[in-house]
């Protein structure tokens, strides 16, 4: 008590803004951050499971298998000539510098498993980091002796942590499977750098961005365009290779697993994370909680009358998300439709070009964008997911509930939710098919009919899209609390059968009976029948989804 007040002296908390002193702190974290750290790995502990499986499985089904893939010198021999003639797979995937199995799927892995590994990291980071700002629970904590630097450390100690253990288990099952140990620990650090490289960039975008997915947006975007950069540096020559040495990819890439390992290209990748996480933590100590260093335009006192319908609401909220994708798309695919066209219209006489050409049944010159776009769908599949579960969000933040307080059902609310789910794809698919076109024309094509023939097959991939929408969908009614884990493991499921059966790892007809994808893909249907059965299940499970919605509480 402090004498002639009455008045109690507060206990001395300690030291909160930067995390440096207290008590019940962890060694090299600030305070509170442990405690952030087990609440991390038990709010994401299914997103830890699904992300570090499908990535592992990526590495590792690749390189298992090799021997399958390439059994004999002569098909190893065509695959050395594929790399070396087709610049496409130097700028998407990587390069190869052995004619071995383990140097070819290496190669191969690369893109996948880096991408998988970043993509992530990022989550990770955005969700614990500006995701809990977002949702007001960080604001909640700050009342609590938790550190300022407390969520950002706990993000970077989980993701960092994964990132370890990913690799362990990479060179672990690599050195089982019988490929050489340097080389194992090589491709093993690479997919480790993939993880710590996307969580340095998430947690930058974290502090400049007020919004998660913008926040993921701008990360992955960071990632991907650091990506092709390398493969650009890599295509155009001698004389623009060293663009691969100005980039983290690049020195991942000059590593070299399993041809010859340079070891001391690892000093500047790590120089990179170090560098990108001190930029974020000095970040971090520059801004306002709940605001980022990037100004937030403010909106106008009154909005207009059409923003009183709910879809007017949800366009409102998506529209940023929609046109970022859609420029992404629209630059990206314009960029591969101009320099496939050449690069194709010089290998479409190969005969390995013409037999895939037949299995696709397409002609030989578009085997390359047809097997681009379908690597497309998969990522605006997400996209569509993403949007679909804003229901889910709208939800647990308490919104919905002030909505339904009005005179709106929840069948509307629903409805204008899953028709968001459907539009947001096609607009995207048609923004893919006339970028392609487009980028095809100025490489030499017709620009009318190239435009015609690829936004029109773009487009007929949007019902499998559709089917996950529905899945989504009728998995907020069902299971609420799982809905998240259950429409994106079917993604996932989708994307790693795929992989699986392409290594014969798997039978085809288990991707034909977990995934929609196969069944608008023209490698594996020849017939119309999907595109009426694909529509109407994704119908059945919006309409299961409404019926199940009306018989549950809310919030559940």
Same mark, same amino acid.
């Given at each position: 008590m402090?004498?002639?007040?009455?008045?109690?002296?507060?206990?001395?908390?300690?030291?909160?803004?930067?995390?440096?002193?207290?008590g019940?702190?962890?060694?090299?974290?600030?305070?509170?951050?442990?405690?952030?750290?087990r609440?991390?790995?038990?709010?994401?502990?299914?997103?830890?499971?699904?992300?570090?499986?499908?990535?592992?499985?990526?590495?590792?089904?690749?390189?298992?298998?090799?021997?399958t893939?390439?059994?004999?010198?002569q098909?190893?021999?065509?695959?050395w000539?594929?790399?070396?003639?087709?610049?496409?797979f130097v700028?998407?995937?990587?390069r190869?510098?052995?004619?071995?199995?383990?140097?070819?799927?290496?190669?191969?892995?690369?893109?996948?498993?880096t991408?998988?590994?970043?993509?992530?990291a990022?989550?990770?980071v955005? @969700?614990?980091?500006?995701?809990?700002?977002?949702?007001?629970?960080?604001?909640?904590?700050a009342?609590?002796? =938790?550190?300022r630097?407390?969520?950002?450390?706990?993000?970077?100690?989980?993701?960092?942590?994964a990132?370890a253990?990913?690799?362990?288990?990479?060179?672990?099952?690599?050195?089982a499977?019988?490929?050489?140990?340097?080389?194992?620990?090589?491709?093993?650090?690479?997919? *480790?750098?993939?993880?710590?490289?996307?969580?340095?960039?998430?947690?930058?975008a974290?502090?400049?961005?007020?919004?998660?997915?913008?926040?993921i947006?701008?990360a992955?975007?960071?990632?991907?365009?650091? +990506?092709?950069?390398?493969?650009?540096?890599?295509?155009?020559?001698?004389?623009?290779?060293?663009?691969?040495?100005?980039?983290?990819?690049?020195w991942?890439?000059?590593? @070299?697993?399993?041809?010859?390992?340079?070891?001391?290209?690892?000093?500047?990748?790590?120089?990179?994370?170090?560098?990108?996480?001190s930029?974020?933590?000095?970040?971090a100590?520059?801004?306002?909680?709940?605001?980022?260093?990037?100004?937030?335009?403010?909106?106008?006192?009154?909005?207009?009358?059409?923003?009183?319908?709910?879809?007017?609401?949800l366009?409102r909220?998506?529209?940023?998300?929609?046109? /970022?994708?859609?420029?992404?798309?629209a630059?990206? *695919?314009?960029?591969?439709?101009?320099?496939?066209?050449?690069?194709?219209s010089?290998?479409?006489?190969? *005969?390995?070009? @013409?037999a895939?050409?037949?299995?696709?049944?397409?002609?030989?010159?578009?085997?390359?964008?047809?097997?681009?776009?379908?690597v497309?769908?998969?990522?605006?599949?997400?996209?569509?997911?993403?949007?679909?579960?804003? /229901?889910?969000?709208?939800?647990?933040?308490?919104?919905?509930?002030?909505?339904?307080?009005?005179?709106?059902?929840?069948s509307?609310?629903?409805?204008?939710h899953?028709?968001?789910?459907?539009?947001?794809?096609?607009?995207?698919l048609?923004?893919?098919? &006339?970028? =392609?076109?487009?980028?095809?024309?100025?490489?030499?094509?017709?620009?009318g009919p190239? /435009?015609?023939?690829?936004?029109?097959?773009?487009?007929?991939?949007?019902?499998?899209?559709?089917?996950?929408?529905g &899945?989504?969908?009728?998995?907020?009614?069902? =299971?609420?609390?799982? *809905?998240?884990?259950?429409?994106?493991?079917?993604?996932?499921?989708?994307?790693?059968?795929?992989?699986?059966?392409?290594?014969?790892l798997?039978?085809?007809?288990?991707?034909?009976?977990v995934?929609?994808?196969? +069944?608008?893909?023209?490698?594996?249907?020849?017939?119309?029948?999907?595109?009426? =059965?694909?529509p109407?299940?994704?119908?059945?499970?919006?309409?299961?989804?409404?019926?199940?919605? @009306?018989?549950?509480?809310?919030?559940?």
């Amino acid at each position: 008590m402090t004498p002639g007040n009455g008045v109690q002296d507060s206990p001395r908390l300690p030291e909160a803004a930067g995390g440096s002193t207290g008590g019940g702190r962890r060694a090299g974290l600030p305070l509170g951050a442990a405690h952030l750290v087990r609440l991390a790995l038990r709010r994401d502990r299914v997103l830890l499971v699904v992300w570090l499986t499908i990535t592992a499985g990526i590495v590792l089904g690749g390189v298992a298998a090799a021997e399958t893939t390439y059994p004999t010198a002569q098909d190893r021999a065509d695959r050395w000539e594929q790399l070396h003639s087709i610049p496409m797979f130097v700028l998407f995937q990587s390069r190869a510098f052995a004619d071995t199995a383990a140097a070819l799927a290496a190669q191969q892995a690369f893109a996948g498993g880096t991408m998988c590994a970043a993509l992530g990291a990022i989550l990770l980071v955005a @969700r614990t980091t500006r995701g809990e700002e977002s949702a007001g629970r960080r604001e909640l904590l700050a009342g609590t002796p =938790v550190g300022r630097r407390a969520d950002l450390a706990a993000a970077l100690t989980v993701t960092g942590s994964a990132g370890a253990l990913l690799a362990v288990v990479v060179a672990v099952g690599l050195v089982a499977s019988g490929t050489p140990w340097a080389g194992s620990i090589a491709l093993a650090l690479i997919v *480790a750098m993939a993880v710590w490289t996307g969580a340095g960039l998430a947690a930058i975008a974290a502090q400049l961005l007020t919004g998660l997915g913008a926040v993921i947006g701008m990360a992955f975007a960071v990632f991907y365009s650091l +990506h092709l950069v390398r493969g650009a540096g890599a295509v155009m020559g001698d004389g623009a290779l060293w663009m691969t040495w100005v980039v983290p990819q690049g020195w991942w890439e000059n590593l @070299r697993p399993f041809a010859d390992e340079r070891w001391w290209v690892l000093l500047p990748a790590v120089a990179w994370i170090v560098a990108t996480v001190s930029a974020a933590v000095r970040l971090a100590d520059r801004r306002d909680l709940g605001r980022g260093l990037l100004p937030v335009r403010p909106g106008r006192e009154h909005g207009p009358g059409w923003l009183c319908s709910l879809p007017a609401l949800l366009w409102r909220l998506d529209r940023a998300s929609v046109t /970022i994708w859609a420029l992404a798309v629209a630059i990206i *695919a314009s960029s591969i439709g101009y320099v496939g066209a050449g690069a194709m219209s010089d290998y479409a006489d190969m *005969a390995w070009v @013409r037999a895939m050409g037949a299995e696709l049944g397409v002609a030989p010159e578009d085997t390359f964008f047809t097997y681009v776009i379908l690597v497309f769908v998969f990522p605006i599949a997400g996209h569509a997911i993403h949007t679909a579960l804003r /229901i889910r969000r709208e939800e647990t933040a308490g919104t919905a509930e002030l909505m339904l307080a009005g005179p709106l059902t929840r069948s509307t609310w629903a409805l204008a939710h899953a028709a968001a789910g459907f539009l947001y794809p096609v607009v995207l698919l048609l923004v893919l098919g &006339i970028a =392609v076109g487009t980028g095809s024309g100025l490489g030499g094509g017709s620009f009318g009919p190239d /435009i015609a023939e690829f936004t029109g097959f773009t487009v007929s991939l949007a019902p499998a899209v559709w089917v996950l929408v529905g &899945i989504a969908i009728g998995a907020h009614a069902l =299971v609420p609390r799982g *809905a998240t884990a259950v429409s994106w493991t079917m993604l996932a499921l989708g994307i790693v059968t795929e992989i699986a059966v392409k290594t014969d790892l798997v039978p085809e007809l288990l991707f034909l009976l977990v995934s929609p994808f196969p +069944h608008v893909n023209p490698y594996y249907h020849s017939s119309s029948v999907p595109y009426v =059965v694909l529509p109407l299940l994704a119908l059945g499970l919006v309409a299961i989804g409404l019926l199940a919605l @009306r018989r549950r509480d809310l919030p559940t």
